[in-house]
Structures are given as C-alpha cells and as structure tokens.
C-alpha cells in the first residue's frame, strides 16, 4: 500500500485539524541548541503556549550576549576593558549574578573568585591555544586575582575592577542563572511540566504529567556524557548542577591532566582527590556557584560548608569512586551504579 496521502485525504485532515486546533496544532516540545558555550536544551512535556521555547532560547542568547568572557562586545568585556580605568555600566541581571559570585568567593575564602579571568586566560583550557602556562606567568597573573578589588554600584549601575589588567568571569555561575531564567520564562509562558539542561546543569518545571517525581541522572564523572551514577528524585523548581574535572579539560605534554577548575590561590587546576561535586536545590545559580565553591574547597571545607546551609544537599565523588553525601542527600538521592562506593565520611 502506497504511504503518500491523496489530496482529499489531506485536506480532510487539514479540516480536522482546524476544529480540534489543540491536538494539531501542538507548540513544539523540544529544541537544543548551541548558546553560553555549551548544548542547552528545553523539553516541555505539559502546556505551554507557542512563543515559550523562542522566549527562553532569546533569553539564553541574551545572557550569553551581556556574560560571556569569551566573546567581544558584551558587557563583562567592557567591564574587563576598563579595568582600572574606569566603572563600567552593566544592566542588573550582570550585578545579581556578580554579587552573587561574591558573595560564594566570601563564603569560600576566596576558593571561589570571579576575577579568577586572568588564569582561565593563559590555560585556555577548552579553546584553542590550550596549554601548561609557565611559572612567570602564573606569578604574573595571580596578584589579578582578587575579588575584594571589585567595586559594584547599584546605586550608579557600574562594575569597577580597580586593577588594570583584571578580568571578572562569571562561567562559574552564569549557567545556573540561565537556568533559572529559563524556568522563570516557561511558567509565563504557561508551561505546566518541563526540563531544562544547560550543559548537564539540569532543572525541572512544575509536576510532571503521571504525577510521579523527577528523576534525574547524576552524571559518572569518569565516564561520557549521559552515563550516571545514579539518579535524584526531585520535585519541581529542583536544580541538580554537577562541576567535576571531566567537565572541560586536555592531557599536557607531560601526559597530566589539567581541568577546568583552577585554584585562585596557586593558578593551577585544583587537586584535592574529587572527581565531581553535585549540588541539589531548588535554585540554579546557587547550585553552580555552590557546586564549583565545594569542588575547590574539597570534601572536608566543602562538606561543612553545605551543612550551614539550609536546602542544599551535595554528592561529592573522588577520584577512588567513593560517593559522599551531605546530611539530607540519601533522601533525595539513590546510587545505583556498583562502580561506586557510598562512603562514610573519613572525619567527625
Ligand atoms: P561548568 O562551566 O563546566 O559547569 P563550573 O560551573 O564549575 O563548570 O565552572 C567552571 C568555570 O568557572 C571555568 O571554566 C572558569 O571559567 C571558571 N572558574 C575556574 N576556576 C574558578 C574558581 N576558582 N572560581 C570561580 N570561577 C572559576
Ligand atoms: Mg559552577
């Protein structure tokens, strides 16, 4: 039998279509796409009108447009071309998501810091031109680093670095940010059940259809994308943002393997014995904040940290596959891969 449809058979479909609009004329459910640096993709599973995924992805470029390090003409480059010259004007999502990156830097002890750009720029790491900088240089680039040399003004609406030569980068925590947007603009736009992932920073919207919880993969930090170790079950508006050293990363031609998380206080990636920190709660900004602060704290300044916090429980991996959780993640979190380990905490 023939597959193609005749005429009238199509024009009759076309007038079903036309009295029962909503079942033929479904919005799209589902786009990724290539914005801030990485695969960001939106699956609605419940309502939502036809202009959400284009709200959301014009968002995310939008984001990417004024936060990027990377590229000309947004307003973290100004900021970073005036450095030490002259306070800069940046819009308020750039001050929320900047004081926010401060506000972890204080946290940490300056484990965190924003103005960590001027390592991030001789490593490279993930670009073009990746590479082991020398010892002059990091040297050179650590007195940049410094986060209490960032003067923000709501008032006037201005970004200051008050070092020539300073360079802020939000990559840490801008993604998160994006996620909360983004799920900001799918309830305007109606959506009743949806999941946002941003590079395998992950939130959920609403309740999903059949009622039952979220689930979402935790990523295995020593295998590819997708695999997991195991799986959280969220409600919705829960985050699960994941920082590890599989994330971004090259193999030096001393045969090391140098990550994208880099030490404030050395230059150099951070090792600590972790392979990945997750972080789960319900905002995405504080989540990728929060799960890069712990993977550079470690697992003992990084463990006692969460535990200060309300709402936020973490699953941090090291590099043996032991599996850790804060105080309140087994209730949300189940191991299900038998190459890992849940493992006590080896302090009091
Ligand atoms: P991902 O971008 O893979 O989700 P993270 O959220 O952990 O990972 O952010 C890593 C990025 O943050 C790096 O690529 C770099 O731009 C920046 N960064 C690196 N080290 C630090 C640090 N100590 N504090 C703040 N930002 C950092
Ligand atoms: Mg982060």
Not at 75 to 95: K, Q, S, T
Not at 132 to 137: G, M, R, T
Request: negative net charge; hydrophobic residues 45%.
């Amino acid at each position: 039998m023939s597959r193609t449809t005749s005429r009238p058979a199509r024009l009759a479909a076309a007038a079903l279509c036309a009295i029962v609009a909503v079942s033929c004329a479904e919005p799209p459910r589902d786009r990724a796409d290539l914005v801030l640096g990485t695969v960001c993709s939106v699956r609605i599973l419940d309502g939502g009108d036809r202009g959400a995924l284009d709200a959301v992805f014009e968002r995310l470029r939008g984001i990417e447009a004024t936060m990027s390090a990377n590229a000309d003409g947004t307003v973290v480059a100004a900021i970073n071309a005036g450095a030490g010259v002259a306070p800069v004007a940046a819009p308020d999502d750039v001050r929320y998501v900047l004081g926010k990156a401060l506000s972890y830097s204080a946290l940490s002890g300056g484990a965190f810091d924003p103005t960590i750009g001027p390592v991030v720029k001789l490593w490279n790491i993930g670009m073009d031109g990746e590479r082991v900088p020398s010892p002059e240089e990091i040297a050179a680039a650590l007195p940049l680093v410094d986060a209490s040399a960032v003067a923000a003004d709501d008032a006037a609406g201005t970004v200051f670095l008050r070092r020539a030569g300073m360079l802020l980068d939000l990559g840490a925590i801008a993604k998160g940010y994006a996620a909360d947007e983004a799920a900001r603009i799918l309830l305007e736009h109606r959506v009743k059940a949806a999941v946002i992932d941003l590079g395998g920073n992950v939130k959920v919207v609403g309740k999903k259809p059949d009622g039952s919880p979220w689930r979402i993969g935790i990523q295995d930090p020593f295998d590819d994308r997708g695999a997991r170790i195991g799986v959280a079950e969220l409600e919705g508006g829960a985050t699960v943002v994941t920082s590890g050293v599989y994330e971004r990363y090259f193999i030096g031609d001393d045969g090391e393997h140098y990550h994208h998380i880099l030490d404030p206080a050395t230059g150099y990636p951070v090792r600590n014995g972790l392979a990945s920190v997750t972080v789960i709660s319900s905002s995405s900004i504080d989540a990728d904040g929060l799960s890069t602060t712990l993977f550079s704290l470690g697992l003992e300044r990084g463990m006692a940290l969460v535990e200060t916090l309300g709402h936020v429980e973490a699953v941090f991996i090291d590099e043996d596959k032991r599996v850790y959780l804060s105080s309140g993640a087994g209730a949300v979190f189940k191991l299900d891969n038998p190459a890992f380990a849940l493992t006590p905490l080896p302090f009091p």
